[in-house]
């Protein structure tokens, strides 16, 4: 498993946590933050995703 793979899941659920706590608290700021964290995640992920089925390919 790749990194990359670990470190979006990581914020993916850094995101989470913050976009709910944006909710509960009203702080919509903080709920922006996790989405984008979320994102980044997604996109780590799918990185990670990316090198480890080349790496099985070689």
């Known amino acids: 498993m790749d ?3 670990i470190n979006g899941a990581a914020d ?3 995101g989470s946590i913050k976009e709910e706590a944006g909710k509960i608290t009203g702080d919509s700021k903080l709920q922006a933050e996790g989405t984008l964290d979320k994102a980044k995640g997604q996109v780590e ?3 990670g995703g990316a090198k ?3 790496r ?3």
């Open 12 to 14: 993916q659920a850094k």
């Open 45 to 47: 992920s799918a990185v």
């Open 52 to 54: 480890d089925a080349v």
């Open 3 to 5: 990194k990359d793979r």
């Open 56 to 58: 099985n390919a070689l």
